[in-house]
DNA sequence: GATGAATGAGAGTTCATTCAT
DNA sequence: TATGAATGAACTCTCATTCAT
């Protein structure tokens, strides 16, 4: 209303300043409230935990799916960024096993609703997205070309193995929050050329009783 | 009534012939419906689907939850069934990896809606999950006694391939079934005492792009 | 089936001894059955205490309303052997107060559905209710004559009493099993011909024939 | 409404005005849903009647329940007003005929689920109903010292009174809605002190603290 | 004739979404 | 614009009644 100069890119709308708080306070209450209800959380948690009211809420998302869909694309820009700079800085081949570390630690920043996330293909994201695994691409034939990962390996076999990461950290994240990090030092060990020690120390072995949180579905 | 010698589990009451076969097919539509339409399928559909009243399904399972337990206990049978022949007759340390891959092929099968099942273990099942786990145990040492996986793995890193294989299977079963035997064959990689060639040829790579189906939470 | 001589009045089917001996149980039943749970009990709980499959039930009571309607006569049978024998001798004119000592004995062993059976009358017990009142109306007449009872009370009036009798048993029975009594000890004293004038008019006797509502639980 | 000295009561919720309308509309078509359907109307009937949606019904009150609640204590207020109002002039001790007269016009006006409503006492209502009845013993012993009722008179016996008074008006509202004043009047010259002595022992005091069970619709 | 499993309409309740204030 | 009350379809579950065994 009162700014109409220096206007902001055509077609992206902008928000007022106080309009863009409360969307990034839904994401973050979001977040929270997934993390600690678990993926069938109401909308109306979300609205009350961000400190609004649910028309606000639908204001700015016209859909609980759409304000998935933005926690989905915060997750993406995140990883993007990690791998971003990891590309763009690797002499050695190691940026595949650092990428893989980072896509662990992020996810598990983020558990409790990451199976609610990772759906197919949003449209918005699709370009980030191949910009990712492209990235992921060259990481991996810089680690092959480096001795680093065995010379068969796909790319496809790098995002399976991000994929089992995702299941076991929505498993185990509230109960062994690195269980994660020992089961990727096995994927690793299975990556190289040879066989080598494992990087993580064992997770303990009560885990295996407990099972996994009631919502987790 | 004629034969008293090989009568019913005792505690088990006892139902009729076509009660019975009600019941088999509430839990066979159930694992159908729940495939289908994932973890937050109604009940109205399971009936429909197992051509039978809501009333049938609620006579034989008091309880939506209690009719998922079935389910989960079924799974656990399963899976108790193919570790204990595996654990009767293990001479050359090779059971560990047959366990890891019937796990995969038994989990596979029941895809849709492992993430409801495999909850926090429900009272009923602990006995049978303790046994499991103590099979499992076994086949370890047996293996490492063998040189056939490396001294330091635990049972918990067999615990975490099987969750991890839990969480690939149901991100990618409808799209490529196999994926998860590419995975699996990579972590055995890792859990080998030296680097060896991988089992399973490598799954397509257009499954990056496409992402998982979304009911998937 | 078997026996067709001797046969019993036509126009009421004869029930072979076990049936008969069902239906007896059925009743009885029924009586504990819903002065345990409620007027909301369910015919299941009756079968199951009166030891009869639903099936055995539903044959002997076309309707659950018809099991209701058969406790309803039962009550209305005791009713008036009750009052037939008071009003078959009663020189002194003491018969009206001993009816209504009766009544709520009667209404007081069966309470707990009495409210689900003292529906508008229903067609069947139409002549014996009628009956009753008769007898009552001349227990009436008899205890002015004698002076027992003052002379500007009405049929309605005792009626009124036994009405209020039973919401009162009702409320009171499991916690103060005789708390009628005491009621109906005052309202006595205020039939007696010494207490002071009634503060408002007669109540028109038709009411007395037609009964109370029907969802009048 | 201008006035903003006269707030609502501290720790109840203010409403918005549409609302508070919304509240007031639900209680009274519920008043006049049971009265008509019975106590076993369904909550569809009265959030139509009420012209509302079912979400604004459950909105409003959390429960079925909840909302027979609010009946019971929009009942326990009326009466509560009025007892104050008699307690707070009886300088002739003639309140406790008073009360009564509106104890019976209070429940006639709101006939038709009164069972539903005098459950044993909800912790809610406790106090109040508590007051009710310390107001009530009040004007009890004030009739006694002006000789307007029998020295024998306990509370208990008021109580039972009006209870039997409850039963009465259910029964009997639509067909005969002054038959209640009739049976009052005969009560009244029970309590008298002319009349003649009472033939049953009092009933504990206790009763009336207790209620009625909960099962008693 | 007796049994109890099967039926399905209808109950109370929830929740993503809309709209009056 | 922000609010939170209103909406109503859909959910899980119940129970009087029917019917195959």
Redesign the interface.
């Known amino acids: 209303m009162t700014e109409s100069s220096a206007g902001p890119a055509p077609g992206a709308r902008v928000l007022r300043r106080d309009a863009a708080e409360n969307r990034e306070r839904l994401v973050h209450a979001a977040w929270e409230v997934f993390a600690e209800l678990g ?2 959380a109401g909308v109306e948690d979300i609205a009350r935990r961000a400190g609004v009211g649910m028309g606000t809420l639908y204001r700015r998302f016209p859909t609980k799916e759409a304000l998935v869909l933005a926690l989905h694309e915060g997750l993406l820009d995140e990883m993007l960024a990690h791998t971003r700079e990891t590309a763009a800085d690797d002499p050695m081949g190691r940026g595949l096993e650092e990428f893989l570390w980072d896509m662990g630690a992020v996810m598990s920043s983020h558990h409790g609703c990451l ?2 996330l ?4 949003p449209p918005a994201t699709g370009e980030r ?2 910009e990712l ?1 492209d990235l992921v691409g060259r990481l991996l034939r810089q680690a092959q070309r480096a001795g680093e990962v ?1 010379d ?1 390996l ?4 790098v ?3 991000v ?6 950290i ?3 994240a509230t109960q062994a929050p690195n ?1 994660w990090r ?2 990727l ?14 990087d993580h120390r ?4 009560s ?8 919502w ?2």
């Open positions: 993926p069938d199976s609610r990772w759906r197919s293909a997205r191949k695994w065995r068969d796909t790319l496809t076999d995002y399976l193995c994929l089992s990461l995702r299941g076991l929505e498993d185990t269980a020992r089961h030092s096995v994927a690793l060990a299975g990556f190289a050329p040879a066989s080598r020690p494992l064992p997770v303990d072995d885990l295996v009783e407990a099972g996994v949180p009631a987790n579905r």
